[in-house]
Every structure is written in C-alpha cells, then in structure tokens.
C-alpha cells in the first residue's frame, strides 16, 4: 500500500536524525543526503553510513528531496523548517522530531503549513550525539504526527510511509494536544524529579544528607532529573504554555492534599492515595488493551477533494487511541471523491473508526482485510 519515497534528506546528524538515517538505510530507502553544521557530526554520519552525502548547506541538502526530516536543536526547528521550505522542490513534504509542535505551527504561513507534517518520536537513547545514534531506536515506539487543516493529503501519505518504515508506530493528533499531553506526560515530570533533587540535595534533616538515605522509591521518581540541561532549556521554554497551565494544575493537587493533612483528614488523603492508584490502573489497562492487535481489517473512506480531510480523518482516529496499521489514498478526479484506505487492527477498533469517521460526515466502509 505503501508509495516509494524517493531521495531524503536529514538536517541535524545528532542521535535523532543519526538513528533516523540508519534506520531508513536498513529498510532501503534512500539515497539519504544529510546536512549538520558541525562537520565533525557529518563526518561521522557519513563513516557509520547514516547518510550516504553530505552537503554543506542546508539548500544542496534539500535538493531534490521527496522528504525532508529537521533534527536540529529544538530552538532552532522553526527556523530550519522554514529554510527547509524555501529550498526544496514544491512537490516535497518537510517533517521535524521535535518535542514541541505549536511554535513551529506558529512560524508558518498557509502554504508553508500545506508541506509541513509535523513530527515527534517518542523515544531516546542514553547517549546523546551520532555516537548514539543506532538503527532500532524508533522500532515499536509511537511517532506522532501533527498535520495542519492545509496539510495536503499525498504528502501526508508519504509522510507516514517513511516513518512506518523505521518500525515506529505513527499516530496523528492535533498540535495543541499534544504539546498539553507532553507538558503532563514527559516535561512536568522532568520539572518535578529536578525539584525533587534539588530539594534533597539542599536539605540536611538533623545534620545527616538526605540523598543518602534515599531509597528505590526516590531513585525511579527522580531518574530523569538533570538529563542534558540545554536541551531541557529549550524544550520547557518552547512548550513554554502548556507547561505552566501543567505545573498550575499539579500545584492545585499539591494543595488539595496538603489542606487534607493540615485538617487531619485521614479520608480525604486515603482518597488521593486510592484515585491514584485507580487512575493507574486505568492507564494501564488502556495501554495494554491498544497493544491486543487482533486480525486486519480495512476502512474504505469516500474522500472529497481538498486539504485536510486526510488531517482529520487520522486526527480523529488517533484522538481515538485507534492505531493505524497502514493507510493508501487513491486519488478521484478533480473536485470529485476518492478513497481513503486506512488499516487497523481488530473488529472493535474497525466499528470504532467507522464511527468516528462517519461523525465527520463522510463515509466509511469496513472489511476485513
């Protein structure tokens, strides 16, 4: 189902975009021209065989490209999508990794925001730099995909095509919530375990150092803290809103508890324990249910003519938590219908995108594959 991309090119040859090229290399896609401004880091992507040229500007890296992947410092992705835009063919789609995905929204025009997928692989590694980089880092992981209203339908599809062929799972959702769902999920909680450590680290209860009597509990809350400073600098600046409306709300929690153990009321702090423990168990269970699978089944979408139906179809579907397996388009005449094919994993999941597809107003159709 899946169209051949074509030539790639990569700006930013760090872990990402490092474990990127060695990703696409080994499912044989390519060539792969990259590009980073320190020469250092192209030079050893190109020995490792992460990019098979390098350029020297970001221009002779774009030439040419089906699609364009920016890895750069996330303070800086508004700005290289921008030039990435510019310089490639107009056919070309242009996609990022970055964390944040508003800002880059943001700096966009319209038709600017019509060839930009935005993009952010839920992964890492411990090493940071190309010598970290390696070529299963994406394989399993969740990849979402941020396409705008304008977003047009084929690049999206070519979009997606790459980045399932690095094994990693794409998934659309809005822009907005996914920066609300980082800030909860992954920049919070980096927030916190620093605070955490930082409050250890300057406390002395009796004279004795509190981190040396720190137990497992402590280690796993705080194991992030203190991971690549600049890069968490750039990250909880970029996400700067969702961020402080995250720490508003956990601030509120904090004082709910603490009015609970001021008053003595034993209740109230059992309560706060026990929701936890119940929305745990929830989220567990959500999880787990996504990763059941079952047999193949396929949507077939009347699709009309215009930007963004494609956007919303697999928004919806992704807001859903419904993972698509795969997906087609196939094109109708000009101004007319065509079909949107979108494969997923079991009956449950297949009745649920029919629904959610058909609130939209179009149509949908499923089958088992």
């Not at 890069?231 to 995250?246: K, M, P, Q, S, T």
Request: aromatic content about 4%; glycine content about 14%; charged content about 20%.
């Amino acid at each position: 189902m899946r169209p051949t991309p074509g030539p790639i090119a990569i700006l930013g040859l760090g872990l990402m975009g490092g474990s990127l090229g060695l990703a696409l290399r080994d499912a044989g896609i390519g060539p792969i021209v990259g590009f980073d401004p320190d020469s250092g880091a192209a030079a050893a992507a190109l020995k490792l065989h992460a990019v098979t040229d390098v350029a020297a500007t970001v221009p002779d890296a774009v030439a040419g490209a089906a699609v364009v992947f920016v890895a750069a410092p996330l303070g800086r992705v508004p700005e290289v999508v921008r030039q990435a835009l510019a310089a490639a063919p107009p056919g070309s789609v242009v996609s990022d990794l970055g964390s944040a995905k508003r800002m880059v929204v943001d700096a966009l025009g319209g038709d600017e925001r019509a060839r930009f997928i935005g993009g952010h692989p839920i992964c890492g590694g411990e090493r940071a730099g190309i010598g970290g980089a390696r070529a299963d880092l994406f394989r399993g992981a969740t990849w979402f995909l941020t396409p705008g209203a304008e977003a047009r339908p084929d690049l999206y599809e070519r979009a997606y095509a790459v980045i399932s062929a690095t094994g990693a799972r794409p998934a659309a959702i809005d822009a907005d919530v996914h920066d609300r769902l980082m800030a909860l999920v992954s920049h919070v909680p980096h927030v916190l375990a620093a605070a955490l450590i930082n409050q250890a680290a300057a406390t002395a209860p009796g004279g004795r150092e509190a981190l040396r009597s720190a137990g497992p509990s402590f280690d796993d809350l705080t194991r992030v803290a203190g991971a690549n400073p600049p890069l968490w600098a750039d990250i909880l600046l970029a996400n700067r809103d969702a961020v402080l409306d995250a720490l508003a709300d956990f601030r509120g929690r904090l004082e709910q508890v603490e009015a609970a153990i001021t008053a003595g009321d034993r209740a109230g702090v059992t309560a706060f324990v026990a929701d936890a423990a119940d929305g745990r168990r929830r989220l567990r269970a959500g999880r787990d249910a996504a990763g059941s699978g079952g047999e193949p089944w396929e949507i077939v979408v009347g699709i009309p003519d215009r930007p963004g139906a494609v956007s919303e179809i697999t928004t919806a579907l992704g807001h859903g938590h419904i993972n698509i397996d795969d997906l087609a388009l196939r094109p109708g005449p000009p101004g007319g219908v065509g079909e949107f094919v979108v494969r997923v994993a079991g009956a449950d999941a297949a009745e649920a995108a029919v629904g959610l597809i058909t609130a939209l107003g179009l149509r949908a159709e499923a089958e088992r594959a």
